[in-house]
């Protein structure tokens, strides 16, 4: 049996994609404590917003941070097909904390950074993988299987949403967009942050539970002391894409 058939969840993320990032931790402490089995697969926001026009719906640095966000995704790809779908999440885990866990007073990374050679490399020796990997950055070749996976995660969920996409026990379980946390939660509230949404999932007939007020995510690459509780407040981040 294959890794991804044997997988308990797929997980859609784009790299730059905070909410994403926030949401992969927390699975990951449940993976850990249930001895779920993660697939970690391919959502690119750039792909997903190539018929918006960024300059006039969405911040200035979007565009660059997206695009940043499709490169490191063809190494993603690069690697999964070279070292197998089980390298992809220790890569995910090296890239988000260098661009989300690190505080921008000690690391000052710009949108454009995030993609860019000389800060990929590190965390691909970090990962025991060969820092020429990094030559995946701007090949082209990767995008159609990007989209792809991009397509398949969208069939699952509807277009109108962002990253992550979850799929709970496929393929025959619900997908659906998030959950978007701000926070990560201790180790048992997230079993029962668990338990809660996959008992929502389980659901055929479960379709959205949402509300548009968030505070800012509880990353070190916001400035935010994740120790702290923060405000909440109507912050729009990377994951969300603008509706037509």
Excluded at 53 to 68: I, L, Q, R
Excluded at 123 to 133: C, F, H, K, Q, R
Excluded at 212 to 236: C, I, K, M, N, T
């Amino acid at each position: 049996m294959t890794a991804a058939a044997r997988a308990d969840l797929h997980f859609y993320f784009d790299p730059v994609c905070p909410f994403a990032w926030m949401t992969s931790k927390w699975v990951r402490m449940v993976a850990g404590q249930r001895d779920y089995q993660v697939d970690w697969r391919f959502i690119s926001l750039r792909i997903l917003n190539a018929h918006i026009d960024y300059a006039s719906h969405f911040p200035p640095e979007y565009e660059a941070g997206h695009t940043a966000g499709l490169r490191l995704l063809r190494v993603a790809a690069r690697v999964r097909a070279e070292h197998g779908r089980a390298a992809v999440g220790p890569l995910y885990d090296a890239i988000g904390t260098r661009i989300f866990d690190t505080s921008r007073e000690v690391d000052p990374l710009s949108a454009s950074d995030q993609g860019a050679r000389q800060v990929l490399e590190p965390l691909l020796t970090s990962v025991g993988l060969a820092p020429d990997m990094a030559d995946a950055l701007d090949d082209e070749s990767f995008d159609e299987l990007i989209r792809a996976e991009t397509e398949e995660a969208l069939a699952l969920t509807g277009r109108d949403v962002g990253t992550p996409i979850l799929h709970f026990r496929p393929p025959d379980g619900t997908a659906f967009f998030g959950p978007v946390i701000s926070r990560l939660p201790s180790e048992d509230d997230a079993l029962t942050l668990w338990d809660h949404v996959v008992g929502l999932a389980s659901f055929p007939g479960f379709a959205e539970l949402k509300r548009s007020l968030r505070e800012r995510p509880q990353l070190a690459g916001f400035g935010v002391d994740p120790a702290e509780v923060g405000r909440e407040e109507d912050w729009h981040g990377g994951s969300r894409r603008t509706k037509k």
